[in-house]
């Protein structure tokens, strides 16, 4: 089982940005799909992005495709998530996720897909 510590949340204003890390606590080989979830209060937990360790383009939801990066340093063992001209309904905990795999695929923004989670970092934006 990996450990995922995410960190880099925080309360930004509308139009502002943040990065979120992800830090796994043993090394993760090629073959694995990374995902960022969010989860507001009262809603389900929906995919934000995703990532194949083994390179690729990556995946993003349509509310956050052109303002959302996911991004990894294989050396550091770290993902990321730069999150640009953030929104209030962009508000919520976001979490890292990871399962092993030789593809993130379609099926990238299920919850259930993914084995290891971290923690979750609170995002909030006010307008």
């Known amino acids: 089982q990996v450990q995922l510590v995410e960190s880099g949340g925080g309360s930004v204003q509308a139009g502002g940005s943040l990065r979120l890390s992800c830090a796994a606590s043993e090394y993760i080989y090629s073959s694995y799909c990374m995902g960022w979830f969010r989860q507001a209060p009262g809603k389900e937990r929906e995919g934000v992005a995703a990532?194949?360790?083994?390179?690729?383009?990556?995946w993003y939801a349509s509310s956050v495709k052109g303002r959302f990066t996911i991004s990894q340093d294989n050396a550091k063992n770290t993902r990321y998530l730069q999150m640009n001209s953030l929104k209030p309904e962009d508000t919520a905990m976001y979490y890292c996720?990871?399962?092993?795999?030789?593809?993130?695929?379609?099926?990238?923004?299920?919850?259930?897909?993914?084995?290891?989670w971290g923690q979750g970092t609170q995002v909030t934006v006010s307008s």
């Open positions: 996720a990871a399962v092993s795999a030789y593809w993130c695929g379609g099926g990238w923004n299920v919850p259930g897909r993914y084995d290891d």
């Open positions: 990532i194949y360790t083994g390179g690729g383009n990556p």
